[in-house]
T-cell receptor, first 114, second 113 residues
C-alpha cells in the first residue's frame, strides 16, 4: 500500500532559523514526489517536485528538498525562515503505476516565532 | 499565468440536498483530478479524468458522480448530502497522463448543515 508519513504535526522555529520538514514514503513503484504549501483557507501551492535526475531539487521561496532513495525520504529544507512561511506543508507522492493520483502526508503546521 | 478555476468558492447546503462543483483546468490541460480535504485532514483522492474518460477512482461515495466535458472542464455532482461531506474540495489539472505536475485550484468549501 502506498503511504506518506510526515512525523511532525507541528513545528515552531524562530524567524531567521533553518528549517527541515521530514517526509518518508512507502511505495511499491517508482515514485515522484512533491511538496505543497497551504495557507489557512487557501489552495495548495506547489513548492517543488522530484521526478528523476539530480536528487537535490530547488523550489520557490528559497526551499529545497533532497530525495534519498535508500531512506525513502524527501525532506524539505530552508536555510532561513521568514514569518510569511508560516503555513501547512504537505508532502505528496504519485506514480504512473498507480494512476498518477497523489497520496498526501498528514501535513506539518509550521509556526514562526518573531 | 492562468490557473485552475473552481466555482463556487463557498457553498452551504442542507442535509439531503444536492450540490454541483465545477472545475476549469489550466488551458490545454486534459487531465483533471478531484480531492476532498476534511477539516484538519490531508487531501484524499476522489476521481480523475483524462480526455473525458474516467481514468481512476478513489474513495468517492456512490452518492457522488463526476464527468469531464468536451472543453475539459469537470463537474462533481453530490447528492443526498450528509454532514460528513463538509470539506474543502480541490480540483487539480495536468497535461497528459505521464509523470506530470498537478496544479491545484483554490478549492470549493462545502458546508452541509
Amino acid at each position: 500500500a502506498q503511504s506518506v508519513t510526515q512525523p511532525d504535526i507541528h513545528i515552531t522555529v524562530s524567524e531567521g532559523a533553518s528549517l527541515e520538514l521530514r517526509c518518508n514514503y512507502s511505495y511499491g513503484a517508482t515514485p515522484y514526489l512533491f511538496w505543497y504549501v497551504q495557507s489557512p483557507g487557501q489552495g495548495l501551492q506547489l513548492l517543488l517536485k522530484y521526478f528523476s535526475g539530480d536528487t537535490l531539487v530547488q523550489g520557490i521561496k528559497g526551499f529545497e528538498a533532497e530525495f534519498k532513495r535508500s531512506q525513502s525520504s524527501f525532506n524539505l529544507r530552508k536555510p532561513s525562515v521568514h514569518w510569511s512561511d508560516a503555513a501547512e506543508y504537505f508532502c505528496a507522492v504519485g506514480s504512473m503505476e498507480y494512476g498518477n493520483k497523489l497520496v498526501f502526508g498528514a501535513g506539518t503546521i509550521l509556526r514562526v516565532k518573531s | 499565468a492562468a490557473g485552475v478555476i473552481q466555482s463556487p468558492r463557498h457553498l452551504i447546503k442542507e442535509k439531503r440536498e444536492t450540490a454541483t462543483l465545477k472545475c476549469y483546468p489550466i488551458p490545454r490541460h486534459d487531465t483533471v483530478y478531484w480531492y476532498q480535504q476534511g477539516p484538519g485532514q490531508d487531501p484524499q483522492f476522489l476521481i480523475s479524468f483524462y480526455e473525458k474518460m474516467q481514468s481512476d477512482k478513489g474513495s468517492i461515495p456512490d452518492r457522488f458522480s463526476a464527468q469531464q466535458f468536451s472543453d475539459y472542464h469537470s463537474e462533481l455532482n453530490m447528492s443526498s448530502l450528509e454532514l460528513g461531506d463538509s470539506a474543502l474540495y480541490f480540483c487539480a489539472s495536468s497535461l497528459g497522463q505521464g509523470v506530470e505536475t498537478q496544479y491545484f485550484g483554490p478549492g470549493t468549501r462545502l458546508l452541509v448543515l
